[in-house]
């Protein structure tokens, strides 16, 4: 009687092409599930090694590995020349010890003010036909690294609109 109904279910499913269909899609079906739960599992461990990295980044920018409470940190000195990349000496009375960290000194207009004061600036006023200059003033916004820095600053630049004529004058050209 066995081989009888495994004799009928073969002669169904070749009868039958809807039961053929049913396990090829359930077989497609199981292999969705499978490759889904794969990328499911990829993505924890990426997220997981991603937060780790972030926190090894976080931890390089902390003042750590010193129980001085209070650094004195000197100017910015430029590796070469009077602006770019160089290094700035910190010391600490309590313990008696000496850091050096990099830092930036700015090449453009803000060299005059240093790379450690920071400050917000308003729009630029009027030209002053006498002078040919446009001023505005800027108020502190952070003083870094301890730095001296003054509570206001004005800046001047020239009223001549050439620059921005010459600009103008290329975006037209291209229509």
């Known amino acids: 009687m066995e081989t009888r109904e495994a004799g009928s279910v073969k002669r169904h499913k070749e009868t039958d092409p809807g039961l053929k ?34 926190r090894n980044k ?5 003042k750590s590995g010193s129980a001085c409470k209070e650094w004195q940190w000197g100017a910015c000195e430029p590796a070469s020349g009077d602006c770019g990349t160089g290094l700035r000496e910190g010391t ?8 050096t960290v990099k830092c930036k000194v700015p090449c453009n207009w ?6 450690d004061c ?22 502190l916004k952070k003083a870094l690294f301890n730095a001296e820095c003054e509570q ?7 009223c001549d609109k050439s620059k921005s004529k010459s600009k103008g004058k290329k975006g037209k050209k291209g229509m």
């Open 92 to 99: 600490c009375k309590e313990k008696e010890e000496t850091k």
């Open 118 to 139: 920071k400050y917000k600036f308003g729009n630029w006023g009027e030209c002053d036909t006498e002078t040919g200059l446009k001023t505005r003033n800027g108020t």
């Open 110 to 115: 803000k060299k005059q003010f240093g790379g």
């Open 21 to 54: 269909h049913r396990t090829t899609s359930e077989a497609y079906k199981m292999q969705l599930r499978v490759l889904f739960s794969l990328v499911l599992v990829l993505f924890v461990v990426l997220m997981t090694g991603c937060s780790e990295a972030g």
């Open 152 to 158: 206001s600053v004005k800046v001047t630049k020239s």
């Open 58 to 62: 976080k931890e390089k920018g902390k």
